[in-house]
């Protein structure tokens, strides 16, 4: 089992910044990769970053540019470091594991919401 939790959400203004935290503890020497996803109010939840533990990264085209996803082995915590924040950016984020098994296993933090106001 993995555990997830997230911190650094928060209420900011457009073209502001914020810096999401995940740290990871349990079984983490099974996760293949993290990442963060976010879901809107009725809206289905969409992959935002991801970041494999070889260090390869792929971003959701809404947020290239913007958003850096970065990640610390050692610590076990993830971070997705988000500039040029827009209001349509706004969701609640929630940081994932995954571990490349047949299913894929995947593990979720609680969810920290992120405002984004015009």
């Known amino acids: 089992q993995v555990q997830l939790v997230e911190s650094g959400g928060g209420l900011v203004q457009a073209g502001g910044s914020l810096r999401l935290s995940c740290a990871a503890s349990g079984s983490i020497s099974t996760i293949n990769g993290m990442g963060w996803y976010r879901q809107a109010p009725g809206k289905q939840r969409e992959l935002v970053a991801v970041?494999?533990?070889?260090?390869?990264?792929n971003y959701a085209d809404s947020v290239k540019g913007r958003f850096t996803i970065s990640r610390d082995n050692a610590k076990n915590t993830v971070w997705l470091q988000m500039n040029s924040l827009k209001p349509e950016d706004t969701a609640v984020y929630y940081c994932?594991?995954?571990?490349?098994?047949?299913?894929?296993?995947?593990?979720w933090g609680q969810g920290t919401q992120v405002t984004v106001s015009s």
């Open positions: 970041i494999t533990s070889r260090g390869r990264t």
């Open positions: 994932n594991a995954y571990v490349m098994v047949v299913p894929i296993k995947n593990y």
